[in-house]
């Protein structure tokens, strides 16, 4: 039972344009949101946050965006640069536990 | 200078065999996870420890077994090893249930291939 989607396998974008992530959950329970990245043969790398309590997150050319109502969270990257190219996963937890419910991932690729 | 810090990166053993992988973080935090990355790329938590207490277990076969000798390491002892756990083990970290902004760091993995 998945609890957070992604369901887009993969994203393709231009050097400078916008690329945006999608994710999707079911649990109402989950209160805390978080996007990591991951290159290959390393572990994931905690990008960006957001908490229930927001609807957005900015932290320089990334933004996190949360639609409760949708249960639905998207990440921007703006503008997106060749070295952003990895795979994204979603991750979401409750009660701000350390239990993270991780999506599948999409991985991103930046063409210059 | 590395965070989280697991070994080994690679594993390669026979069916039946017993395996250790190691993980030592040197961020301070008092919180250690275990994860599994399957075939379908799925990133799934087994384990938790936090001040060497047991707070997350999951629906684990029972040959997995984790030891946190401190809070500083936590490490997973397979027996019996069995060609479905051929996956990537991800070692993570953090600071306590509660802290807001306060995310999971990872280590590199440990690719372990069962023959």
């Known amino acids: 039972d998945q609890q957070v989607k992604q369901n887009s396998p993969s994203l393709s974008v231009q050097e400078g344009r916008i690329s945006i992530l999608n994710c999707d959950y079911t649990?109402?329970?989950?209160?805390?949101f978080l996007w990591y990245k991951k290159y290959p043969a390393e572990g994931p790398t905690f990008l960006i946050s957001?908490?229930?309590?927001?609807d957005k997150n900015e932290d320089g050319r990334f933004t996190v965006f949360l639609n409760k109502s949708a249960k639905h969270l998207s990440l921007h990257i703006v503008p997106s640069q060749p070295g952003d190219s990895a795979v994204y996963f979603c991750?979401?937890?409750?009660?701000?536990?350390?239990?993270?419910?991780f999506g599948a991932g999409t991985i991103l690729r930046v063409k210059s | 200078d590395t965070a989280v810090s697991q070994t080994p990166k690679y594993l390669v053993t026979q069916m039946g065999n017993d395996k250790s992988i190691k993980c030592e973080q040197n961020l301070g935090h008092d919180t250690m996870y275990w994860y599994k990355q399957d075939s379908k790329k799925f990133l799934k938590i087994m384990f938790s420890?936090?001040?060497?207490?047991?707070?997350i277990n999951e629906t684990v076969p029972n040959r997995f077994s984790p030891k946190s000798p401190d809070k500083a390491h936590l490490n997973l002892h397979i027996n019996s090893l069995e060609l479905g756990d051929s996956a990537v083990y991800f070692c993570?970290?953090?600071?306590?249930?509660?802290?807001?902004?306060?995310?999971?760091?990872f280590g590199d993995g440990t690719r372990l291939s069962i023959l």
């Open positions: 993570a970290s953090s600071h306590s249930r509660g802290v807001v902004d306060q995310p999971q760091h």
């Open positions: 991750a979401a937890s409750a009660e701000y536990g350390n239990k993270l419910v």
């Open positions: 420890y936090n001040n060497k207490e047991l707070i």
């Open positions: 957001i908490s229930s309590i927001k």
């Open positions: 649990n109402s329970m989950f209160d805390y």
